[in-house]
């Protein structure tokens, strides 16, 4: 019988701990810093509500570094963006000009890409788990 009372008192201890929340969780998705996010990878920013998420790298036409091309190529990324519940995809791509997108505004949110990795080389395939981006996100009603 005393046996069972300490069973119990200790499966209480373990379920009552078990239970507790860590209301003061920390974001991982820093606003107005450059943020290394893996492909598959969700960042969080508790205090604005936003979850950013790289998703998958579309296609990546590059030119390898060691090779001579006529252009430079580009990578589309896909990521998805939430804010307060409502999720957002969109595309970024590392080439930039007016048909390739480095950056997007998403209900006040602007989310850039800054870098692309691994790069390309010849020969090689990067597998889309190798992928990474680093990434900003400034919010722009709080631009002066």
């Known amino acids: 019988m005393k046996g069972m009372i300490i069973f119990s008192g200790i499966l209480a201890v373990i379920i009552y701990t078990g239970c507790e929340t860590?209301?003061?969780?920390?974001?991982?998705l820093i606003l107005n810093d450059t943020i290394e996010l893996a492909n598959f990878e969700t960042r969080y920013n508790y205090e604005k509500?936003?979850?950013l998420r790289?998703?998958?790298?579309?296609?990546?036409?590059?030119?390898?570094?060691?090779?001579?091309?006529i252009w430079a190529g580009n990578a589309e990324v896909r990521f998805l963006f939430?804010?307060?519940?409502?999720?957002?995809?969109?595309?970024l791509n590392t080439h930039g000009g007016s048909n390739?997108?480095?950056?997007?505004?998403?209900?006040?949110?602007?989310?850039?890409?800054?870098?692309?990795?691994?790069?390309?080389?010849?020969p090689g395939e990067i597998l889309q788990m190798e992928?990474?981006?680093?990434?900003?996100?400034?919010?722009?009603?709080?631009?002066?």
């Open 82 to 91: 939430t804010v307060d519940s409502i999720q957002t995809d969109f595309i």
């Open 22 to 28: 860590d209301l003061n969780l920390k974001s991982t």
């Open 49 to 51: 509500n936003l979850t």
């Open 100 to 122: 390739f997108n480095t950056d997007t505004v998403i209900s006040g949110y602007e989310i850039k890409l800054l870098k692309l990795s691994p790069y390309p080389e010849d």
């Open 131 to 144: 992928y990474h981006s680093e990434i900003i996100i400034s919010d722009t009603s709080a631009s002066p």
């Open 54 to 69: 790289m998703d998958s790298v579309l296609s990546d036409s590059r030119c390898p570094s060691n090779v001579v091309c």
